[in-house]
């Protein structure tokens, strides 16, 4: 176990296995995600989302002049 624990330590080898462990973890959230037909249609039509202009998802936002009726009475 110590001999394990010298070989993490090396700065090469904890490089290496800080590569496959991030790697590893990537390709299991990917795989996650793209799996099931009806989760990858969904996440698909989320990247459209910054190019969307539709305004109905937004809040309304208070006219002038609605503010200024609000603050008369």
Do not use: C
């Not at 001999?3 to 973890?25: P, V």
């Not at 208070?62 to 008369?72: A, F, G, P, Q, W």
Request: net charge negative; aromatic share 12%.
């Amino acid at each position: 176990m110590l001999s394990l624990w010298e070989w993490i330590q090396d700065m090469g080898n904890s490089k290496t296995l800080a590569l496959i462990l991030f790697m590893s973890t990537f390709v299991g959230v990917v795989i996650y995600l793209f799996a099931s037909p009806r989760r990858a249609r969904k996440f698909e039509t989320y990247r459209y989302i910054p190019l969307d202009d539709d305004d109905s998802h937004r809040e309304p936002t208070t006219s002038r002049r609605d503010k200024t009726e609000s603050d008369e009475q």
